[in-house]
Each structure stands twice: as C-alpha cells, then as structure tokens.
C-alpha cells in the first residue's frame, strides 16, 4: 500500500516524491532505525520538510531539491543517532556507582577521577562535535578557513587579513556560517 502522508496535502506531489526518495536512499545506505519503519521514517521526512519549508532561501545557493534532502537527510541522522544512543543506555536494574563492591563499603564512584565527565555529559560532547564537523564539512574552502580561525577564537581583523578578503567579505562569510549552523539546528554555537 503506497505511504500516504497525513498532511500531504500541505506539499506538492514532487516534494512529497523527493521526500520518499531521500528516504529510499537513507535505507539503501544504512540497514534501517531501530524502532522507526519504513513509513516512520517518510513521516519523520515529511515533517522536517514541513518544518524547514519556510526556511528555504533561494539565495543562498542551494537548490530547493537539495534544500529538502538535506533536512530530511539530518533528520534521519539525528534519529539514527539517538537510537543508538539509546541502545548505549544501561538496562533497568544496573548498579549504581555508589553502590558497595564489598565487605570493605568500597564504590565504583571511588575509582573515578573526581573530575571525571558523566557518559551522558560525554555523549553530548561527542554528539555536538559531530553535528559542527557535519556542517564544517559542508562549507566551501573559504568559509571552512574562517570557520577554523573563529573556532580558534581568532579576531576578525587577522581573520581578513590572514585570508586576504575585506571586512565585509568575512561578515557575509560568517553570515552564511551562521546560516549553515542554524540549519543544523546548532543555535548554540552561534554566539
């Protein structure tokens, strides 16, 4: 039975198409989500699209077939990467670090560095640091040399100077940095 989107009516027949498509191709390269089927996964594509949809800007370069493969492909990422954070999880039932290793009252917490970050703390870390490289990694040359040098928390008249472009070029570079990330839904990293 052919998927059938409940608010399909709000897309036009080809964007619902390059939506399966992107799907189709997600599943091709990757063996499926844990606990997301098939129709899960286009209706999560439908949404994002849904979503994003408004955000789309001719101007900026790319085009809306590309617009909308890119939500849909970070969309299935995102949920391919929480589901195998939640596999990572601990099962119910798991012993506390603070609970007694033996008859001397000993913990597992006592074998830790106090400044030790928690595997949830470090799972955002490495999942944060993931999502900037994605986007880093999709950035132009040029825009990939600013990225760099503003992650080194380099000033922005060096920065210009460094790379040989005028103030106003590196403004409208960083402009478009800061688009790139707030696609990806990296607000935070925009300060």
């Known amino acids: 039975m052919p998927y059938s989107h409940p608010l399909s009516g709000d897309l036009e027949e080809w964007e619902e198409q390059r939506v399966r498509q992107v799907v189709d191709i997600f599943l091709r390269r990757h063996s499926g989500i844990p606990g997301y089927d098939e129709d899960d996964l286009y209706q999560e594509g439908h949404i994002a699209w849904l ?4 955000t789309y800007r001719a101007e900026r370069g790319a085009s809306i077939r590309t617009y909308i493969a ?9 949920l391919a990467r929480e589901a195998r954070a939640a596999s990572r999880r601990p099962a119910a039932g798991v ?5 007694a290793l033996g008859p001397d009252g000993g913990s597992r917490a ?5 400044d030790a970050a928690s ?6 870390r490495a999942e944060l640091a993931e999502r900037i490289a994605r986007v880093r990694g999709r950035l132009p040359a040029r825009q990939k040399d600013v990225f ?6 380099h000033q922005k008249v060096r920065i210009a100077r460094d790379l040989g472009i005028s103030r106003d070029t590196l403004y409208d570079e960083i402009r478009r940095i800061q688009d790139a990330c707030r696609d990806a839904g990296l607000e935070e990293f925009l300060r």
Request: aromatic share 2%; net charge negative.
């Open 95 to 99: 012993d506390s670090l603070d609970a």
């Open 51 to 54: 979503r994003a949809r408004k």
């Open 119 to 124: 595997p949830s703390d470090e799972a955002e």
């Open 148 to 153: 760099d040098a503003l992650a080194e928390d």
């Open 110 to 114: 006592d074998y830790l560095p106090d």
């Open 70 to 78: 890119r939500v849909v492909e970070n969309r299935l990422t995102d």
